[in-house]
């Protein structure tokens, strides 16, 4: 946990030190020296605040105090804290303080920007360690929220059924590669998918998706998919920050056991697989 701490402790002292600078997810992550695949699903989980609410508040933080402190320019003061024009700065601040940057300089008084602790998790789930095998995967893609993949897998299951492909098929998949919590819904992107063999040509509209091997963390789900978000939650706020493990360079997908058709909600069984960094010293 001590190791994570550092690395959000980092971020939170760039973001101070860099308000008007790249403070991008990329950027970020660099900072935290995590896989721009996880970083994000870290910070929210360990901290309970996405990166955007935290550059926002510690923005804030540093403008009120140059409100009331200092005889700075409000264009100055909105600019030394990464807004190019008074006017977003101005909205900003209001939605943050409920006054004006202008009220509040002329009411004179400055106190740190505090926020509400997050509520505290305990794991509900068991997590293995495996040294899992890379997966060939026939895919559609999907854009938008991750909770409308089933129409991708609809057009994925009736491509594999008209071209004779489904006593080929192994696991059903879906690859998730955005936070959420970080991307707008409209911008999410995930495959939904099937592993194929080798030899089985993967033609368009089908795309072609490698999962890499190695060794992984598999959270094992079992209930309605509406309980994912909270597994992800204690996967990367729990688990990760704990097991002196690192995040690899590929993304979170799930392997999905059961499905709907066969089981009740309570029984649906869901691997959520991190990939992981391979920490032992070479020979």
Request: hydrophobic content about 40%.
């Amino acid at each position: 946990m001590e190791r994570y701490e550092q690395r959000i402790l980092r971020v939170v002292d760039y973001i101070h030190n860099h308000p008007s600078g790249d403070l991008s997810l990329d950027a970020l992550a660099d900072v935290a020296a995590l896989s721009r695949f996880h970083f994000h699903r870290v910070f929210h989980a360990v901290t309970g605040e996405t990166t955007a609410q935290t550059v926002r508040r510690l923005r804030m933080n540093k403008a009120s105090y140059a409100l009331a402190m200092t005889s700075t320019p409000l264009p100055r003061v909105a600019r030394d804290v990464g807004y190019d024009n008074v006017a977003s700065f101005t909205r900003a601040f209001r939605e943050s303080f409920g006054m004006s940057p202008a009220a509040f300089r002329q009411r004179g008084e400055w106190r740190p920007f505090y926020r509400n602790p997050p509520k505290e998790m305990t794991m509900t789930q068991p997590v293995d360690i495996r040294q899992e095998p890379a997966r060939r995967l026939a895919c559609i893609a999907h854009r938008g929220a991750y909770h409308d993949i089933g129409q991708a897998f609809e057009k994925l299951y009736t491509l594999m059924v008209t071209r004779q492909l489904g006593s080929h098929a192994g696991q059903m998949i879906g690859v998730y590669y955005d936070d959420p919590s970080a991307v707008p819904l409209a911008d999410l992107r995930s495959h939904a998918g099937f592993v194929l063999p080798d030899d089985i040509p993967i033609a368009a509209p089908l795309e072609e998706v490698i999962l890499p091997a190695g060794r992984q963390a598999v959270l094992t789900h079992v209930g309605p998919y509406a309980g994912l978000p909270a597994a992800y939650d204690q996967l990367f706020a729990l688990w990760l920050p704990k097991s002196a493990e690192e995040p690899g360079h590929s993304p979170t997908f799930e392997v999905y056991l059961n499905s709907p058709m066969e089981v009740s909600q309570e029984d649906l069984r869901t691997e959520i697989h991190l990939p992981l960094l391979d920490l032992q010293p070479k020979d």
